[in-house]
């Protein structure tokens, strides 16, 4: 099915619904503080029964993450857990749907020779090396879906110090399903209006007392709604091992592989030409006046193939009744090969042509071994309470890349073959063969780190967290194809570090005050420039601070959060003016805001997830070639950004469920001819139906109003995001 761009696509009004909204949330969220109750928050929530086995709770009460030892509530950091139940009403596929449920994250388009993967940015900074899965870093750039995740939780701000190199605006970790002592088989068949299918299967047998075993499947194939000819296919399976549940000494296992067929998409071209003719000159650094259905790769030489597969093993062993032992061990590794087109216009002074020649090859593996011990414990010295976590991480990680070259001459290149802007054709004649010539590079990153974190409960009333971390980061890279001899290698040793305090006027309420900083260094994501001085350099420094208050309303039925925050990196790099080509740490980038949340419910049948963001970004400093940049904003960085989503049940068989996304303007970088995408409002919904007490049918409308918009920002291009898509799914649970 192929959807049609609206007219109005390439509007700039400022839509304020969303900002009503967000002031609406903030008014809400401050009137019941201001009226908060004093007694303890009700522990035992009424839920709907509507629900499939494997469904959790919407309000979440501890981080997945044992670094962080108290509940939300009392934690000093911005903190959204995104639970498989909202997932599962919001027919979410991946992980970059299911961030449409956190305010303040933008999406970037594959640059580099990179198709479009998870790359994002948190509060201003680019957060695509910072994602986890497990507490384990997974820097590998593809698509993640969901299928065997438990929740996603977005802790925003600095954060080395709990998760190492990055995490300067945030960072993301997906928790994995486990095992656990249950009895469920969940399956389910999604249908589509793209003539997709989605088919996933959930089986938890507890085989003994203490032993489970945890199955989980998936198979789809979907054409990307408003995309002309762009789908994506794959197949995944995740098994589970556990055993010692509920006993003093655990082990679990977990293995891991999906293979997906895609096609590669980079969108649309940036018109970006000051000279360019009369046809487009209206749209100059802006979108050209064209569908967002139209693709202007060739489905003949364009693909994607992925290959993932991760081993986990968790041992935990309660030493006494205070202390744990937990050790933590991954080996795995992601392959992807892809060719994808960048549409570039052949010359915006003389015509309207995208040429096809500006083909992207990659041909790449990311490898993977982690190990982390750590020390659990919670311990009494006079009158103040220590909850302790000490710990050890190496890590070893490798990415190589084979050079894919055309071993057979691709005749889109010879011309180079022309499509029609307005009405591009996809399917062209095309003769080429690509390949490996034997040659490649190949790049390796070794890690160790040391950290202890101490949330020190003074009294009833008051917190204070210290954390500290300590990291060895050492790369080599061997980046020439034609002379593997020729290698850069950096070396770095950090420490970063944290500080909360937490004061509590309530029982159900705090009032908190953070610190810290992170570090990038110009290896971060194991690859760096072997030309100029980018691998002497120092990592990059970056500290925030962030003043907040959350709230337990509702009888503990609704967690509330606002924050004001400030996030400097003080020592970023810039062009040196006296040196080309090398750099200097003299820039300065500031990004300062608000923060609003809801989450839980509104009455026990009625829930809410919603979140507002409001982000002031700046250039404050920079030299050489990026002096003109001061005073800008950095890319990809709204003013404004909102999610809310909704579900009512009205009884025990039906629910309806609604929510809205507002991202506001974004800049697809900070120099002169930066392009600029429109604000976008979309709207979604959810009808439910329990048929029986094991059968359950669902309804989901995504972008109901079929708002055409630019969801993924690059350089030369931008990727719309996805049109109208309605969906039925069917769920039985035996």
């Not at 020190?456 to 009333?461: A, C, E, G, I, V």
């Amino acid at each position: 099915m192929t959807l049609k761009a609206d007219s109005a696509n390439n509007g700039t009004k400022f839509n304020k619904a969303p900002l009503a909204l967000a002031v609406t949330l903030a008014c809400a969220v401050l009137a019941a503080q201001a009226h908060a109750q004093q007694t303890e928050p009700v522990q035992e929530l009424a839920v709907a029964e509507a629900k499939t086995s494997t469904e959790g709770d919407v309000k979440v009460e501890r981080s997945a993450n044992f670094k962080l030892t108290q509940p939300l509530l009392d934690t000093a950091k911005t903190i959204t857990v995104i639970p498989q139940a909202v997932m599962k009403d919001r027919s979410v596929d991946s992980l970059r749907d299911a961030l449409r449920n956190v305010s303040g994250i933008s999406l970037a388009a594959g640059e580099g020779g990179a198709p479009s993967g998870d790359s994002m940015s948190i509060r201003g900074f680019s957060a695509s090396t910072d994602i986890f899965v497990d507490g384990i870093r997974d820097i590998a750039g593809y698509s993640r879906d969901t299928y065997n995740l438990e929740s996603i939780e977005v802790a925003k701000g600095p954060g080395s110090a709990v998760s190492g190199r990055g995490a300067t605006g945030g960072s993301i970790n997906l928790q994995s399903k486990t095992a656990k002592l249950d009895q469920f088989t969940d399956v389910s068949l999604r249908l589509g209006t793209e003539s997709d299918y989605r088919a996933m299967l959930d089986s938890n047998i507890a085989v003994g007392e203490t032993t489970a075993l945890r199955l989980n499947l998936l198979s789809d194939d979907i054409d990307v709604a408003g995309r002309n000819e762009v789908f994506n296919s794959k197949n995944a399976a995740a098994l589970s091992l556990a055993t010692g549940i509920g006993t003093e000494q655990r082990f679990s296992i977990n293995a891991e592989y999906q293979k997906q067929d895609n096609l590669s998409d980079y969108g649309l071209p940036w018109v970006s030409d000051a000279a360019a003719i009369p046809a487009l000159a209206p749209y100059i650094n802006k979108a050209p006046p064209v569908s967002f259905d139209n693709f202007y790769g060739n489905v003949f030489r364009d693909y994607e193939d992925i290959k993932g597969q991760s081993l986990t093993a968790r041992f935990e062993q309660d030493i006494s009744n205070t202390t744990t032992l937990r050790v933590q061990a991954r080996v795995g590794s992601v392959a992807r090969e892809s060719i994808v087109t960048a549409p570039r216009f052949i010359n915006q002074k003389t015509s309207t042509d995208v040429r096809q020649s500006d083909e992207k090859t990659r041909d790449t593996k990311n490898s993977l071994s982690a190990v982390q011990f750590d020390l659990i414990g919670e311990y009494q010295t006079g009158s103040v309470k220590h909850n302790l976590v000490t710990g050890v991480e190496w890590a070893s990680e490798t990415f190589k890349r084979w050079n894919m070259v055309d071993l057979v001459d691709d005749n889109l290149d010879s011309t180079p073959v022309l499509v029609d802007l307005y009405n591009p054709d996809p399917r062209k004649a095309y003769t080429g063969v690509y390949g490996r010539d034997g040659t490649s590079t190949k790049a390796k990153g070794k890690s160790t780190a040391l950290y202890v974190f101490d949330t020190m409960t003074l009294d009833p009333q008051w917190e204070l967290t210290l954390g500290a971390r300590w990291d060895n980061f050492k790369t080599d890279y061997q980046y020439n194809y034609a002379d593997p001899t020729l290698t850069v290698d950096t070396k770095d040793s950090i420490l970063s570090w944290n500080a909360g305090v937490v004061y509590k006027p309530a029982a159900n309420g705090s009032i908190y005050f953070a610190y810290g900083n992170s570090f990038n260094p110009s290896a971060e994501g194991l690859t760096v420039s072997a030309t100029g001085n980018m691998s002497e350099l120092d990592p990059e420094e970056t500290r925030s601070i962030e003043l907040g208050t959350k709230w337990d309303l509702l009888d503990g039925r609704l967690l509330t959060s606002v924050a004001l925050f400030r996030t400097d990196k003080n020592h970023a790099r810039t062009p040196d003016p006296d040196f080309s080509g090398e750099y200097t740490l003299n820039g300065e980038q500031r990004v300062q805001g608000l923060e609003l949340s809801a989450v839980g419910y509104l009455q026990p049948n009625w829930t809410v997830i919603g979140s507002y963001t409001y982000q002031d970004s700046e250039v404050i400093s920079a030299e050489g070639s990026a002096a003109n940049q001061v005073g800008m904003e950095l890319a990809r960085t709204p003013k404004h950004s909102l999610s809310v989503w909704s579900r009512y049940d009205f009884n025990d068989q039906l629910a309806f469920g609604g929510g809205a996304q507002y991202v506001g303007e974004r800049y697809n970088g900070s120099t002169a001819t930066r392009k600029v995408a429109p604000g976008y409002t979309s709207y979604d919904i959810m009808l439910s139906y329990q048929a029986t007490e094991k059968l359950g049918l669902q309804l989901n409308g995504v972008n109901l109003t079929d708002k055409r918009y630019i969801e993924q920002l690059g350089g030369g291009h931008f990727i719309p995001g996805a049109g109208r898509y309605v969906s039925v799914t069917a769920s039985y649970s035996f």
